[in-house]
């Protein structure tokens, strides 16, 4: 039988593909080593509390970080080049965490706790909670750079941080299953009705806040800073609850 002798491969494009390989394992252990940094961080602040004051401000918390393709699309509507430097210069939600908190209260108290530490750089502050999208979406987006302790050298690496409480989230997964996974029109009328949803969750979170706070108090805790949109709905709430009161 013919011995047939197969063809060498081009060892200069094997070399270039396996850099291109192990430049994006670096990349994507870059930034699963900030989601561990904020996590961590996020983790003893809510044990902290639990300590102290009896109560867990973080329900439960979600990590993420973005594909290849979803920020190559990314790159591509922002008109920046397609690479991983690229990425890391123009790209700041590479790295995600989402936080659920249990009330609105514990959202700002963690927001401060974690912005305030000396390793932490905020970099950027959304507040859809004060003021919420057109849609109804509300949430707190910070963008904080936390340090990357590396062996030859340390990097400040970007990670947003969604914080909501569990009416945000609920009214938010929702929202997005609706109108964006049925790859269907919405009907008319459907946003209206969703932004109403988003309202009436809204209500239901300072009313389950007011109610926590009337069987706890404050626990040695100063009341987190309300935004005047969210004191007017916390005062809309009084008001309705005092007349209910006065008819019975």
């Given at each position: ?92 939600d590479i790295a ?127 009341p987190a800073a ?23």
């Amino acid at each position: 039988m013919e011995n047939r002798q197969l063809p060498l491969p081009d060892f200069s494009k094997l070399d270039r593909q396996f850099r291109t390989l192990q430049e994006y394992r670096e990349f994507s252990q870059l930034y699963n080593g900030a989601i561990r940094e904020v996590q961590t961080k996020l983790d003893i602040l809510d044990e902290e509390f639990k300590v102290r004051y009896e109560h867990n401000p973080i329900h439960h918390m979600e990590f993420r970080q973005k594909t290849i393709e979803s920020m190559m699309g990314k790159l591509y509507k922002k008109e920046k080049p397609i690479s991983l430097q690229s990425a890391r210069e123009n790209l700041y939600d590479i790295a995600g965490i989402r936080v659920i908190c249990f009330y609105i209260d514990d959202i700002y108290r963690l927001a401060n706790m974690l912005t305030s530490q000396g390793d932490i750089t905020l970099v950027r502050t959304r507040d859809y909670i004060a003021h919420p999208k057109k849609n109804g979406y509300r949430s707190l987006h910070l963008v904080v750079k936390v340090p990357v302790f590396l062996s030859r050298s340390t990097e400040l690496v970007p990670v947003e941080i969604q914080i909501r409480t569990i009416a945000m989230d609920f009214w938010a997964s929702l929202e997005h299953q609706l109108r964006y996974k049925s790859g269907e029109d919405v009907s008319a009328g459907i946003p209206e009705r969703l932004a109403r949803c988003a309202e009436t969750s809204a209500m239901l979170d300072l009313e389950m806040q007011d109610i926590y706070h009337a069987i706890n108090g404050f626990g040695g805790l100063e009341p987190a800073a309300l935004s005047p949109q969210l004191m007017k709905m916390a005062n809309e709430i009084y008001e309705s609850s005092k007349k209910s009161s006065e008819e019975e």
